[in-house]
């Protein structure tokens, strides 16, 4: 079956650069998108933060002066696009990202003649155009976990982050790898078995550059089965991807956030700490992995270890004995 055609339009007045490969990735989900752009007045500095992710991500940005003070023509331009998108026929929908309620009649507008919309905001988004999108996504929800690194110490060598691509302008495996973890676990959280055309079709929707054969293999297959979180399963003549067991490493995971949650003492430590030692001891540590979407909700799991927070910290956790 072939995949539906989207329009991504994002409002950038209402929208922080670091959602951007989140965006691109949860997409992947509905199908191609053959639009993409981005609008906003690229000539005041609030919007240097996305030139770079503009680039990177193929992008095309829609300048937009503000002509009038308090007056949005940002939202104006991106309505006329969508409805000129709208009557060339050549999409199945449209994403709009933006936590600005002024598009709510749009949204409903393009469901009036048959599009599918999704909508993307953060948690601030108004309840109408939450209700007027086929499909609302909060874009905290798509980050990986609450609890950000905490800066290095001047004195220590900051360790090094993840690349995104390789010497070569591939995308890394390890970074494929992880996309293909949330492929799955997403599925599987549904209640359904991800078929090996689906997630190949997905990593090909999300890097339209991706090709096994850039990493030595000749079989999707093969390359996946290599992976430490993925096996695949036959059944019959149909090939499926799941998650291997990994109850041993949620285990020792929790263990370890166990033993210096006990050696903090009375004053607890802050879940950024927590991080940083996690990601420092087990290398690509991500919650997703063990089911959860947020840190802290992955700390409260653990037996004997509650949050708690004061006037002048974040949350901290603390060690709490059973009685």
């Not at 981005?38 to 005041?44: E, F, L, P, Q, V």
């Not at 709510?104 to 999704?118: D, K, N, Q």
């Not at 290398?283 to 979407?293: A, E, I, L, N, P």
């Not at 947020?294 to 910290?313: D, H, I, M, N, W």
Request: glycine share 6%.
């Amino acid at each position: 079956m072939e995949d539906k055609r989207f329009a991504l339009l994002i409002d950038s007045d209402n929208i922080s650069a670091r959602y951007i490969a989140h965006i691109l990735d949860e997409m992947t989900k509905y199908g191609v998108t053959t639009y993409k752009r981005i609008y906003g007045d690229w000539t005041s500095p609030q919007t240097a933060k996305w030139r770079e992710e503009l680039l990177k991500n193929s992008i095309i940005p829609i300048q937009q002066f503000s002509n009038t003070v308090g007056k949005n023509a940002t939202d104006s331009t991106l309505i006329i696009d969508a409805m000129d998108i709208l009557y060339t026929h050549s999409v199945d929908g449209f994403c709009i990202v933006s936590s600005d309620g002024d598009f709510t009649r749009l949204a409903s507008r393009l469901r009036e003649s048959g599009m599918i919309v999704i909508g993307m905001g953060e948690e601030k988004t108004p309840r109408s155009f939450r209700a007027a999108c086929s499909i609302f996504t909060t874009l905290e929800l798509l980050l990986d976990d609450d609890a950000e690194p905490a800066a290095p110490a001047k004195k220590e060598a900051k360790r090094p982050e993840p690349e995104q691509e390789s010497a070569g302008g591939i995308v890394d495996k390890s970074v494929i790898e992880s996309d293909a973890v949330n492929i799955v676990t997403e599925n599987e959280n549904k209640g359904k078995v991800t078929g090996l055309g689906e997630l190949g079709s997905r990593l090909q929707n999300k890097y339209p550059d991706f090709d096994v054969r850039n990493y030595g293999y000749s079989l999707l297959s093969k390359f996946l089965a290599e992976m430490h979180s993925l096996e695949l399963v036959k059944d019959g003549h149909t090939v499926g991807v799941r998650l291997k067991n990994s109850q041993d490493d949620a285990d020792e995971a929790e263990a370890y956030v166990l033993q210096l949650v006990r050696e903090a003492g009375a004053k607890g430590i802050s879940l950024s700490e927590l991080s940083n030692a996690l990601h420092a001891r087990y290398g690509q540590f991500s919650v997703r992995d063990y089911g959860y979407s947020q840190f802290s909700k992955f700390v409260q799991s653990v037996p004997q270890v509650e949050l708690g927070r004061t006037a002048r910290t974040k949350d901290r956790a603390f060690y709490r004995p059973e009685e």
